[in-house]
């Protein structure tokens, strides 16, 4: 019987060259061989996996840490779906966990104002018009910013794009008819206003309706 001879270096690098020039075989003759073998295969990762937990945990994190925007744009699809499939199951969790946590709502609410105003500016507005029992849109602040041309529909002066709230010549977003008198908050009832206007109408000035 022929003693079986011991792979060089030099075969694992011709052999190396020879996959490199023939990737196209190669990928053929594995994409065959993982169909005709797929249990083996799953049972043999496995049985890697476990003995190597700790060289697949640090390949997972470095992986996760070099695309981070790859994995909050995934884990923000999974929700979405999660959300879309099961929202009554959602609804009590999120429930149970602020009647469990009311200080950690309480700063998680605070951080979401702080980092998102607008995003809190309408949903305040919306929830505020709903209870008086009127409508209420989505409303995107530039959007109006945009249409009313960068005017202050009050004192029909220019509004800087660079200020930003609490700054008294910054944009904001005035109701018409307010929603304490029972305006809703749409397109239609709202305006851009400096803040310091639009507190000044709120404290007894005269507003001016937008003209359209």
Not at 45 to 56: A, L
Not at 188 to 212: D, S
Request: proline share 4%; with cysteine; charged share 40%.
């Amino acid at each position: 019987m022929t003693a079986q001879r011991k792979t060089t270096e030099k075969d694992r690098a011709r052999c190396r060259a020879w996959r490199a020039a023939n990737k196209g075989k190669v990928s053929a003759y594995n994409k065959k061989y993982a169909a005709i073998n797929r249990d083996a295969i799953k049972k043999r990762m496995v049985k890697w996996i476990g003995e190597n937990r700790e060289t697949v945990t640090e390949t997972a994190r470095a992986w996760r840490a070099n695309n981070a925007e790859r994995v909050r744009e995934a884990s923000k699809e999974r929700n979405r779906r999660y959300y879309s499939r099961h929202p009554e199951k959602v609804k009590a969790a999120n429930d149970k966990w602020n009647d469990e946590h009311p200080e950690r709502k309480k700063e998680n609410a605070r951080r979401r104002q702080a980092e998102h105003p607008e995003k809190h500016r309408d949903y305040e507005h919306k929830r505020r018009a709903k209870k008086n029992g009127v409508g209420a849109e989505k409303i995107n602040d530039t959007d109006i910013y945009e249409r009313d041309k960068w005017v202050c529909q009050l004192c029909k002066k220019k509004v800087s794009k660079k200020l930003k709230y609490p700054n008294p010549l910054s944009p904001s977003i005035d109701h018409i008819i307010p929603l304490s008198k029972g305006g809703p908050h749409s397109r239609a009832n709202v305006q851009l206003a400096h803040l310091r206007c639009n507190i000044k109408t709120g404290i007894g000035g005269i507003k001016q309706p937008r003209l359209f």
